[in-house]
């Protein structure tokens, strides 16, 4: 009897099954487990019952949501409590013996940037953080997801993890994307698709030409933001793209065992025929630029659009939602968007802030000023240096942005970068919720390149307009 087709999910899935309970949980290996600053608390309830770390070979770590992008070292964060967090990472290490990327260390950076571009994330892994966007990570192929505190300590202590098996959701976009478009408007214009619950229970594979025409950094943009959707993970299949930007990375594989994983890979991608239990198609070709006006990713609307009416909502609580959604946001129905000035702009977070996201964005602002508050924060020293080494900065710096150092920054207001209330945000990265880069702070959720539009027009901009001027 010839064998079922799987998808992705299930082969990798079933690769890492130690046992299948009765009541419907799984015992899962985990391949790479990552930490940031905020694991602290996971290591103490782990030297509080007396655990060891069971395996610091595959245990990675570095700061990033506590650091402070407006200087360098502990000596830049200002809140004490802060500075003991991530100071606590280099204790940690010393007991342990996990692998630091430290504060000093050039390949410090934001956990969801330093994973891939230093190897550690591979195709047909399990990988698992303590951060919601950890979904990043399937843009290689590996079956990544977030996880709790409490589960953090579960693999601290035995490399596994219980779960429940999600379901399989396929989203293809077909087609050629259009000029000035990118995976970021790519992700809000599914999201504006199939809803914030939309890939609800699923673990989601991305699929259709548009999406293999993606370089590794759209592709991680695209994974990033499936959490958005609702997805438990989101993957893209390994092929070629993958394996090129993998081959020399200093945890990849080398040599002879770098043969045998390529053979390995090539198998996880899902056979042909396999099914899925839930299936989208967007035409790439339809996508246009996106901007996000609610408080959720799914209030997204092409660059080109008006802000919405809620009488068009189709029903009551939907209307209700849109309401409260334009008042927090001070918008009125019915505006068009590209009306709608801004006061700050922020390019960064582990959605935007690789090398092609500061290039895409530059390459905006090369000749022009910013006529707002603007910052341009690199992902990780890595990425920093090679943007320095480009001569990036110096166009940021130039056309009057702040040039920072790498972390979480603005993303998350828990470092001291935040906006003031009141205050309307273009930013790259992925969370547009009530307060999320600081009380009372309006924020919309662009691509790296209509963020640097924003920034020297003071207002949201069609970006195919300054790139063809």
């Not at 205050?423 to 992925?430: F, M």
Request: hydrophobic share 40%; aromatic share 6%; proline share 4%.
């Amino acid at each position: 009897m010839a064998q079922a087709s799987l998808t992705m999910f299930e082969k990798i899935w079933r690769r890492h099954v130690v046992v299948d309970r009765p009541d419907g949980y799984t015992l899962l290996y985990i391949d790479r487990h990552l930490m940031h600053d905020g694991s602290a608390g996971s290591f103490a309830r782990l030297r509080a019952r007396g655990l060891s770390l069971r395996r610091p070979d595959r245990s990675f770590a570095t700061p990033d949501h506590y650091v402070a992008t407006g200087g360098r070292g502990l000596g830049a964060i200002e809140d004490s409590h802060h500075r003991g967090i991530v100071a606590a990472m280099a204790v940690n290490h010393a007991r342990y013996g996990f692998t630091v990327f430290d504060i000093g260390d050039e390949r410090q950076g934001i956990a969801h940037v330093v994973g891939p571009e230093q190897g550690i994330t591979q195709p047909g892994l399990t990988l698992v953080c303590g951060d919601s966007h950890t979904s990043t990570h399937g843009a290689l192929g590996a079956l990544a997801f977030g996880i709790g505190s409490s589960e953090v300590v579960h693999v601290m202590a035995t490399q596994s993890l219980w779960q429940r098996k999600p379901k399989a959701m396929r989203i293809a976009v077909e087609g050629n994307l259009g000029f000035g478009i990118t995976a970021k408007d790519v992700i809000l214009a599914i999201i504006a698709r199939i809803g914030a619950g939309g890939a609800i229970g699923h673990v989601v594979e991305y699929a259709g030409s548009a999406i293999r025409s993606l370089s590794v950094e759209g592709r991680l943009t695209l994974c990033n933001m499936s959490i958005e959707a609702g997805g438990r993970a989101g993957m893209v299949a390994p092929d070629d793209t993958t394996f090129a930007y993998l081959h020399g990375r200093a945890f990849a594989p080398k040599d002879a065992a770098w043969d045998k994983a390529l053979a390995y890979w090539r198998d996880v991608p899902s056979d042909e025929g396999a099914v899925f239990d839930k299936e989208v198609t967007l035409d790439g070709a339809t996508i246009a630029p996106m901007v996000t006006w609610g408080t959720s990713p799914e209030d997204a609307v092409p660059i080109t659009a008006r802000i919405p009416d809620p009488s068009s909502a189709p029903d009551a609580a939907k209307r209700e939602g849109m309401e409260r959604a334009l008042a927090y946001m001070g918008l009125q129905p019915g505006t068009p968007v590209e009306d709608v000035a801004v006061d700050r702009v922020f390019i960064g977070s582990c959605t935007n802030s690789r090398i092609e996201d500061l290039r895409s964005a530059a390459a905006v602002v090369r000749g022009r000023k910013a006529v707002v508050p603007s910052w341009a924060v690199a992902g990780s020293g890595v990425v920093k240096r090679q943007a320095e080494a480009e001569g990036l900065d110096r166009i940021f710096r130039e056309a009057g942005f702040e040039w920072r150092e790498p972390g979480c920054s603005m993303c998350v207001g828990m470092n001291g970068d935040t906006g003031k209330p009141g205050q309307r945000i273009a930013s790259t990265s992925n969370r547009n919720f009530v307060g999320r880069q600081g009380q009372g702070v309006r924020t919309h959720l662009v691509s790296p390149a209509m963020a640097a539009a924003a920034a020297v027009n003071g207002r949201f901009t069609d970006v195919r307009k300054l790139a063809q001027a």
